[in-house]
């Protein structure tokens, strides 16, 4: 299974526990993070069923995968052909027929009701009890670091990319997860 933005490892650990005869390759451009999923993963035993890449999308193996997630990072990249591009290299990498697992951040911060969603988004953060320093970080990482997109944007990248059967599983606030088959 290929797992990209694996940094951290939180998401390599679970899926190993859940899965114990799958093997990973998680990539990440962070070689801070990669070590941090290291000691997650070494931690729980299970170590010796990842290998790490330091890199991007396209310093990924070339495959064929079983299956693929990217949680939680997509919304780093562009779209300006780079988000598309990103896909495709994913797409690539997959068996005919493997699911690909993404859940992303997804506001068009061109709609005219962007700023009232991301103000929404900012409160139920600090009515979950988030730190109000925290809460505003985000909301300026958001609109200057972070390269979101539509839900309805981010669905028709993924069939341009080559993807199928492409099933929205959980939706909460602004954050979208689609189930998709190569």
């Given at each position: 299974?290929?797992?990209?933005?694996?940094?951290?490892?939180?998401?390599?650990?679970?899926?190993?526990?859940?899965?114990?005869?799958?093997?990973?390759?998680?990539?990440d451009p962070s070689a801070e993070m990669l070590a941090q999923a290291k000691v997650t993963l070494g931690s729980a035993g299970r170590a010796d069923r990842v290998r790490f890449v330091?890199?991007?999308?396209?310093?990924?193996?070339?495959?064929?995968?079983?299956?693929?997630?990217?949680?939680?990072?997509?919304h780093f990249v562009s779209?300006?052909?780079?988000?598309?591009?990103?896909?495709?290299?994913?797409?690539?990498?997959l068996k005919a027929g493997a699911t690909?697992?993404?859940?992303?951040?997804?506001?068009?911060?061109?709609?005219?009701?962007?700023?009232?969603?991301l103000d929404r988004y900012c409160r139920f953060a600090l009515d979950s009890g988030a730190p109000p320093d925290d809460v505003a970080g985000t909301r300026e990482r958001v609109l200057s670091v972070l390269n979101t997109v539509s839900a309805e944007r981010e669905e028709e990248l993924l069939r341009e990319a080559g993807f199928t059967d492409i099933d929205l599983f959980y939706?909460?606030?602004?954050?979208?997860?689609?189930s998709a088959s190569a």
């Open positions: 299974i290929l797992v990209l933005g694996a940094g951290g490892g939180l998401e390599l650990a679970a899926f190993a526990g859940l899965q114990p005869g799958w093997r990973f390759t998680g990539v330091q890199g991007y999308i396209p310093d990924a193996p070339e495959g064929p995968f079983d299956g693929a997630s990217c949680l939680l990072t997509l779209d300006d052909g780079d988000k598309l591009e990103a896909l495709r290299a994913i797409r690539a990498r690909f697992v993404l859940t992303d951040l997804c506001m068009d911060k061109a709609a005219a009701d962007h700023e009232q969603r939706a909460g606030l602004s954050w979208r997860g689609w």
